[in-house]
Nanobody, 124 residues
Framework: QVQLVASGGGSLQAGDSLRLSCAAS????????RGWFRQAPGKERELVAG????????YYAESVKGRFTISRDNAKNTVYLQMNSLKPEETAVYYC?????????????????WGQGTQVTVSS
């Protein structure tokens, strides 16, 4: 089993920045991917960014490219999401996730473990 604990959410103004963290513990796997998803009220959960844990290669939703950065700290087994120039429409619960069967995972179904979610509220 893998446990994920997400933190860093909050309430802020449009244009502000925020960094989310997600620490993993428990069983370790090789060739894994980590991702950040978000889910706004009444909408589907969508991938925001992902990272290959061993290679460090990253991928992003088009809507966040150039503003969000996903990174990892192998020693701390933690993944981060730096979010800049936040917009009100990005208000959502943000979830971190862990995929154990590959280093690139873009679909929700490819992720095996999920954190508890952290609320990000952006006001105009």
């Amino acid at each position: 089993q893998v446990q994920l604990v997400a933190s860093g959410g909050g309430s802020l103004q449009a244009g502000d920045s925020l960094r989310l963290s997600c620490a993993a513990s428990g069983r370790t796997f090789s060739r894994t991917a980590r991702g950040w998803f978000r889910q706004a009220p009444g909408k589907e959960r969508e991938l925001v960014a992902g990272i290959s844990w061993s290679l460090g290669s990253t991928y992003y939703a088009e809507s966040v490219k150039g503003r969000f950065t996903i990174s990892r700290d192998n020693a701390k087994n933690t993944v981060y999401l730096q979010m800049n120039s936040l917009k009100p429409e990005e208000t959502a619960v943000y979830y971190c996730a862990y995929a154990i069967f590959g280093e690139v995972a873009v679909r929700r179904q490819e992720y095996n473990y999920w954190g508890q979610g952290t609320q990000v509220t952006v006001s105009s």
